[in-house]
Nanobody, 124 residues
Framework: QVQLVESGGGLVQAGGSLRLSCATSGRTFSNYAMGWFRQAPGKEREFVAAITWSGGSTNYADSVKGRFTISRDNAKITVYLQMNSLKPEDTGVYYC?????????????????WGQGTQVTVSS
């Protein structure tokens, strides 16, 4: 069984920063790519960022480029999302996900495992 557990969400003012973490367990993720997605109330889940497990490739949604950074620590089997210059439109539940295609895909249908999500709220 695969488990993904997100943490690090919270309430922050616009312009502030948060770092999300995704701890993995239950399986060897050396061949998996990891992604972050978010879902605002009344909206569909959308892609934020993805990274191969080697870290050699990353992919970002245009809306977060230059502000968010995805990274991983293989020793801790953890993936991070550093979020800077946060905006109210970044508000939502952030989900960590893993795909067995081992590449930085943006579509949710390619991801096999999902965490429960962590709430991020950015006030104006």
């Amino acid at each position: 069984q695969v488990q993904l557990v997100e943490s690090g969400g919270g309430l922050v003012q616009a312009g502030g920063s948060l770092r999300l973490s995704c701890a993995t367990s239950g399986r060897t993720f050396s061949n998996y790519a990891m992604g972050w997605f978010r879902q605002a109330p009344g909206k569909e889940r959308e892609f934020v960022a993805a990274i191969t497990w080697s870290g050699g490739s990353t992919n970002y949604a245009d809306s977060v480029k230059g502000r968010f950074t995805i990274s991983r620590d293989n020793a801790k089997i953890t993936v991070y999302l550093q979020m800077n210059s946060l905006k109210p439109e970044d508000t939502g539940v952030y989900y960590c996900a893993a795909n067995t295609w081992a590449t930085v895909l943006a579509a949710t249908r390619f991801y096999d495992y999902w965490g429960q999500g962590t709430q991020v709220t950015v006030s104006s």
